[in-house]
């Protein structure tokens, strides 16, 4: 990993920089939050105690739909429900999302709606419109977050399911990103800080996907698309 591209500090009083020490250094502080950590099989039905509802975001997506409702469709672990939500598209979005997944499963909103209302707008209308599929006792309840452009892999949603039933006080879970036009470039796989505060993807500048990164690990902080937040963190957050 690239080192903090910060400068040292004033060491007048002769005392060593603690980025000149091994193991203290600016990628040390980074490995703190992304040591991988070893991964237990997961029996296919501890998944059915976890219901999962998604939330697709939409803003003139009328290019990209077609690729991320069917990718949403192939899932091998599909969400228990999925709500659409349109944010004033002016392209053909409202009648994609409504054609693929019925008008009762779309909320259509203002252009001026960030991104966080309309995912709390989406888990409202899911509360009350979507059909509700049956549940185990005691299920935990996600929220999945989905872009219009965010077409998941077919064992995205059960990969991630697997570690929250390995790791059951985890609150958010991400997926490794790639490109949307060249699958073999990543664009994120969590984030952390250096020692010096900054932000660090751990990436290189368009680098490949070799499965250099495919270790799960834990992380600072991920990015919104494919995110799945447990419902009980998201309403004590108050969402975004």
Known sequence: MPTDPISSPDL???????YAEPEIGADSALDAFVEPLESEPVEPTELLA??????????????????????????????????AVDTGSR???????????????V???????????????????ADTRAPAAPRWHEQVEWVWLLHDDCAPAP????????????????????????????????????????GGGRRQTGLEKREY???QHDA?????AVGSAGMLVRRDVWDELGGF
């Open 216 to 220: 799960t690990r834990e992380v600072l």
């Open 155 to 194: 064992d995205a949603l059960r990969r991630l399911l697997e570690y929250a039933v390995r790791n059951p006080d985890v609150g958010v879970i991400g997926p490794k990103v790639r490109s949307w036009r060249d699958a073999r470039q990543l664009l994120e796989g969590g984030l952390a800080m250096t």
């Open 12 to 18: 007048r009083d002769g005392a060593p920089s603690m």
């Open 91 to 105: 392209d053909a979005t409202a009648s994609l999302l409504a054609d693929a997944l019925g008008s009762d499963s």
């Open 209 to 211: 996907d070799q499965g």
């Open 50 to 83: 976890h219901d999962v509802t998604a939330v697709l975001v939409a803003h003139d997506g009328e290019r990209w739909l077609p690729r991320t409702l069917e990718a949403i469709d192939a899932a091998e672990r599909p969400p228990d429900r999925l709500i």
């Open 107 to 125: 909320v259509f909103l203002p252009a001026s709606t960030g991104f966080g209302a309309a995912v709390r707008a989406g888990i409202e209308a």
